[in-house]
C-alpha cells in the first residue's frame, strides 16, 4: 500500500476533451463535497467495504437521495446544477430535463424548474400494463433532451436510459449528474461510445481534496481512500470484488437476471 501524503492528491479523469474545467467548476466541486458532508451523504467505510452494483468494492460510498431531505442544501446544489448545465450546455440550448428511474426524478424536477423547461421521467423498462409506456410526459420527437440522474459509476445505466430516449426520437447528446465516482475503468469510454457527455458537480477527488483541510475523519481512513482513488481495480480485487470492466459488466449481467 502507498503511504499517504497530507496535501498530495491522486491525478484526477474528471476532465476531457470535451469539457474545460473552469475555477467556478472546481469551487462549485468543493462546495458541493462540503455539503454532501455536512448532511451525512458522504459514507466511508474501509474496513468493511461497500458492493457497489456492479460488483465493485469500495471504502466510499456515497447517497444521494438524502439530499431531498435537507430543503437548503438541495435548493443550493440545484442552483449549481442548473448554473453548471448553463455555462457547459447553454441556457437556450435543451428543450426537455429527463430524469432516471428512480434517483434522478426529483432532481431533474427542480432543475427543470429553474431552467422553465418541461419534464419527463424515463423507466427502466416499460411498466407492463396501460400504454406500457417507458418514458412519461409529453412527447420528446426531435426535442433536445438532457438526462439526470443523482450518480454516474461505470456509466451503464446512463446509456440505457438514454437509448430509451433516443428510441422516442430525442435529441440526447448530455446527461448530468450531481455526483461521479470517476475511478472505474471504461465509465468515460462506455459514454463516449454512445456519444454523450457527462456533466457533474462532484467527484470523490473532490471529496478528499475536502477532507485533506479537515479534522473529520483519521490519517489512516483517508491513506486508504488515497489508494483506492489511486488503484481502484486492485483495491477492489484485494477486498473480494471485481477486478476489471469485463467482471463487472458480467456482474451486473448476472445481477439483472
Given at each position: 500500500?502507498?503511504?499517504?501524503?497530507?496535501?498530495?492528491?491522486?491525478?484526477?479523469?474528471?476532465?476531457?476533451?470535451?469539457?474545460?474545467?473552469?475555477?467556478?467548476?472546481?469551487?462549485?466541486?468543493?462546495?458541493?463535497?462540503?455539503?454532501?458532508?455536512?448532511?451525512?451523504?458522504?459514507?466511508?467505510?474501509?474496513?468493511?467495504?461497500?458492493?457497489?452494483?456492479?460488483?465493485?468494492?469500495?471504502?466510499?460510498?456515497?447517497?444521494?437521495?438524502?439530499?431531498?431531505?435537507?430543503?437548503?442544501?438541495?435548493?443550493?446544489?440545484?442552483?449549481?446544477?442548473?448554473?453548471?448545465?448553463?455555462?457547459?450546455?447553454?441556457?437556450?440550448?435543451?428543450?426537455?430535463?429527463?430524469?432516471?428511474?428512480?434517483?434522478?426524478?426529483?432532481?431533474?424536477?427542480?432543475?427543470?424548474?429553474?431552467?422553465?423547461?418541461?419534464?419527463?421521467?424515463?423507466?427502466?423498462?416499460?411498466?407492463?400494463?396501460?400504454?406500457?409506456?417507458?418514458?412519461?410526459?409529453?412527447?420528446?420527437?426531435?426535442?433536445?433532451?438532457?438526462l439526470v440522474e443523482d450518480l454516474a459509476t461505470d456509466g451503464?445505466?446512463?446509456?440505457?436510459?438514454?437509448?430509451?430516449?433516443?428510441?422516442?426520437?430525442?435529441?440526447?447528446?448530455?446527461?448530468?449528474?450531481?455526483?461521479?465516482?470517476?475511478v472505474f475503468p471504461g465509465s468515460r469510454e462506455t459514454l463516449?461510445?454512445?456519444?454523450?457527455?457527462?456533466?457533474?458537480?462532484?467527484?470523490?477527488?473532490?471529496?478528499?481534496?475536502?477532507?485533506?483541510?479537515?479534522?473529520?475523519?483519521?490519517?489512516?481512513?483517508?491513506?486508504?481512500?488515497?489508494?483506492?482513488?489511486?488503484?481502484?481495480?486492485e483495491w477492489s480485487a484485494r477486498h473480494g470484488g471485481v477486478?476489471?470492466?469485463?467482471?463487472?459488466?458480467?456482474?451486473?449481467?448476472?445481477?439483472?437476471?
Amino acid at each position: 500500500m502507498m503511504s499517504f501524503v497530507e496535501n498530495t492528491l491522486p491525478p484526477s479523469t474528471s476532465s476531457t476533451k470535451n469539457i474545460k474545467k473552469t475555477s467556478w467548476d472546481h469551487q462549485a466541486a468543493l462546495e458541493t463535497a462540503r455539503i454532501l458532508m455536512e448532511i451525512k451523504a458522504i459514507n466511508f467505510r474501509p474496513e468493511e467495504p461497500y458492493t457497489l452494483t456492479s460488483g465493485w468494492k469500495s471504502p466510499v460510498y456515497i447517497d444521494c437521495r438524502r439530499i431531498i431531505s435537507f430543503p437548503r442544501a438541495r435548493s443550493r446544489l440545484m442552483d449549481l446544477a442548473s448554473q453548471k448545465i448553463g455555462f457547459h450546455i447553454g441556457y437556450e440550448s435543451l428543450d426537455v430535463i429527463a430524469g432516471g428511474e428512480t434517483a434522478g426524478i426529483p432532481f431533474a424536477a427542480w432543475i427543470a424548474e429553474r431552467l422553465s423547461l418541461p419534464m419527463v421521467y424515463v423507466r427502466k423498462k416499460p411498466k407492463g400494463f396501460g400504454r406500457n409506456a417507458q418514458i412519461e410526459g409529453d412527447i420528446l420527437t426531435h426535442k433536445r433532451t438532457l438526462l439526470v440522474e443523482d450518480l454516474a459509476t461505470d456509466g451503464g445505466s446512463k446509456v440505457h436510459f438514454v437509448n430509451a430516449l433516443r428510441h422516442a426520437e430525442a435529441v440526447v447528446d448530455h446527461s448530468f449528474v450531481l455526483f461521479y465516482y470517476d475511478v472505474f475503468p471504461g465509465s468515460r469510454e462506455t459514454l463516449a461510445e454512445a456519444s454523450i457527455t457527462l456533466h457533474t458537480l462532484c467527484t470523490w477527488h473532490d471529496v478528499l481534496e475536502v477532507c485533506l483541510t479537515s479534522s473529520c475523519f483519521s490519517k489512516d481512513t483517508l491513506t486508504e481512500i488515497h489508494n483506492f482513488l489511486e488503484q481502484p481495480c486492485e483495491w477492489s480485487a484485494r477486498h473480494g470484488g471485481v477486478a476489471s470492466l469485463e467482471e463487472a459488466l458480467a456482474f451486473k449481467k448476472n445481477k439483472d437476471r
